[in-house]
């Protein structure tokens, strides 16, 4: 009777399993992909020797990124309007694709894209050396989404079950004159136009990641580069990157990143620049340009859900320019809510000589306001 019993459940559990079994391969996969965000900036700053002591400044911006897949071919836009306004001052709007290019995975091994691309190389957190085809990162906003190149890149990709178990090779090119890429031009080789050429051979090797670059240019000296990330332990990564000018200067940059049992993340960075300005060259300058001077230190710490309080974080970024010693420093909070909005309020201050790179900037202090909707 039991053995009888036992035969009916199983078979009335087949039955009912097998009425609403699915076949996976029957699932087609969406062909496109969307997301983005809505922003709302506010700053209000304390300027030095002005007659408007105080200013407030708001920027709004609205992210789009859209991709979408047919066959081999993968078309990628992320586009980007922003509207800025200084009280009794100025207003402006502009708007720009970060990325708007075509990419086809031609096989398993090979691709090709063409159109407006970041690239993002480089491990650095706050500064890429190795980034030779990439715009700089905003030091008071390293995350944010920066604008790419038109550029046409072809790649090959191999695995293997060996102590190399990844290798990519991406070849580039880049073209800049008064009418494609002009700003890359008037940046790097201070010509209207020229022809660039980079190469990147990625290696995964006993699980460390390393990037070996070449960059050529017909209007400047050539470069090249190497960077690395391994992760020494489960929560604590080591990472770098050289890069040098052939017969100029070099410049590199050694990092960690380290999470602690209770959850408090911290990044640590050094660089430093051959042909970076003194003190004294700081001093004279008249124009103080982000990662001017030889070396810096920057340090960010990040504590997730303090005192058990979900969503929230608070956090402390320390840069300090080695040569002269002023520092920024930036102290904030953020706190996620559970309708994709998040909201970042800090306070940031400027410190320093009245002749140092951040006691000559503008404002001395402010309060950022941050709002941003994620769809």
């Known amino acids: 009777m039991f053995k009888a019993l036992l035969l009916i459940s199983l078979a009335a559990t087949i039955a009912i399993a097998d009425e609403y079994s699915f076949d996976m391969d029957n699932i087609e996969p969406k062909s496109y992909e969307y997301g983005g965000y809505l922003r709302a ?15 407030d400044l708001l920027r709004v911006e609205g992210l789009l990124d859209f991709s979408y ?16 306004y200084i009280h009794n001052k100025i207003a402006q709007t502009e708007s720009h694709f970060n990325e708007l290019y075509v990419d086809a995975k031609l096989n398993v091994n090979h691709s090709f894209l063409v159109g407006k691309k970041s690239l993002m190389w480089g491990k650095g957190y706050f500064f890429n050396p190795v980034a030779f085809l990439d715009r700089k990162k905003d030091p008071t906003d390293p995350t944010v989404a ?35 890429n002009n700003d890359y031009s008037l940046l790097n080789t201070n010509e209207k136009a020229s022809d660039n050429f980079a190469a990147k051979l990625y290696l995964l090797w006993y699980d460390t990641d390393i ?26 990564e080591v990472h770098g990157e050289y890069a040098k000018v052939l017969n100029d200067g070099y410049s590199y940059l050694l990092g960690v990143r380290y999470l602690t ?13 051959s042909e970076g ?18 070396d810096y230190a920057i340090t960010s710490f990040t504590q997730k859900e303090p005192f058990d309080l979900l969503y929230f974080s608070i956090y402390y ?25 998040e909201v970042d309020l800090s306070y940031n201050i400027n410190s320093g000589g009245s002749l140092s790179e951040f006691g000559k900037k503008q404002a001395k202090d402010f309060v950022w306001l941050r709002i941003t909707l994620n769809y």
Do not use: H
Request: proline share 1%.
């Open 69 to 84: 897949f047919y066959d081999i071919f993968t078309f990628k836009a992320n586009g980007v309007a922003t509207y800025e």
């Open 277 to 294: 300005l003194t003190k004294a060259e700081i001093e004279t300058a008249d124009y103080i340009a982000p990662f001017i001077a030889k």
């Open 211 to 236: 990037d070996f670059i070449y960059n050529y240019s017909d209007k400047a000296k050539e470069k090249i580069g190497v960077d690395f990330s391994k992760n020494i332990d489960i929560n604590f």
């Open 317 to 341: 970024k320390n840069m300090t320019n080695l040569q002269d010693c002023s520092q920024q420093n930036k102290i904030g909070a953020n706190y996620a809510f559970k309708n994709n909005t």
């Open 41 to 55: 900036d506010n700053k209000t700053q304390r300027l030095r020797e002005q007659e408007d002591r105080y200013q």
């Open 261 to 273: 049992d209770f959850e408090l993340t911290i990044i640590s960075e050094y660089l430093y620049q």
């Open 146 to 180: 920066r604008e790419g190149f038109i550029l046409t890149k072809y790649g090959y990709n191999k695995s293997f079950s060996s102590s190399l178990k990844n290798l990519t090779l991406d070849l580039v090119y880049l073209k800049a004159d008064e009418n494609i």
